[in-house]
């Protein structure tokens, strides 16, 4: 199965992460005693992930250094930069759309996903939908949630309003056709969650219901349990042929 290409959004400043990322990047945060980003490529390779688009802002020169075009991972790695302002990740997607000619996942620049991307190509492809939406029953568990389901539909999708119906979370991992941004203005800053909800509101929003929890690096603890879990076994979450 030939995989759709991964649009990376590692664009942000990762305040929560200071002091570590005053000078780096947070895709160059060490985890488990290599880079996140290496981690990140190694594991969207083990699921036959071969292209990647990087959309970066905050000192994303220092991720072009480190991961070049790629071919050490097995994988081509292309770049695009916000500018001279961030664009949020709904505007750094927009502005990836030249190198994009088929549909795409995208994926949180600080989420670790052991997840089964070709079974979550496979329901995209045939749920005639223009996005898809990764989500898992997390009930506060590892995170706030911030998804209600009902009938199998998302019917509210909020990060800052809550209400206890909210049983899912966002698992960080997508699916779109291009078209899906192609209304945005180029160098518009939007956030990828506005996209979200347009979309919930329209009935236009895939779900596909994860059972493997996700990991990220978005926080202290969350960076912490990582790395102590990639310490001990790096290829712990590695899909084995």
Known sequence: MNLFPVVILAGGLATRLRPIT????????????????????????????RRVIICAWYRGYMLREHVGDGR???????????GGSPLGTGGAIRKALPLL?????????DSYLPC???????HFEVGGL?????IYRNLGKWDTSNVEMAEGRIVQYDKKSK??????????????VPSVFGGLQDGQAVDLVEVYQKLVLEKKLLTYDVSERFYEIGSFGGLQELDDLLTRDPEKFLKKE
């Open 22 to 49: 005053e000078k780096i990047p947070k895709a160059l945060v060490e985890v488990g005693g290599s880079p996140f980003i290496d981690h990140q490529l190694r594991l969207l390779y083990s699921h036959g992930i």
């Open 72 to 82: 050490r991972f097995g994988m081509e790695v292309d770049y695009v930069f916000d």
């Open 101 to 109: 000619t088929s549909s795409f996942f995208v994926l949180y620049g």
């Open 116 to 122: 089964d991307y070709a079974a979550i190509q496979a």
């Open 130 to 134: 223009p996005a898809l939406m990764t």
């Open 163 to 176: 209400n206890p119906r909210m049983e899912y979370i966002d698992y960080g991992l997508g699916m779109f």
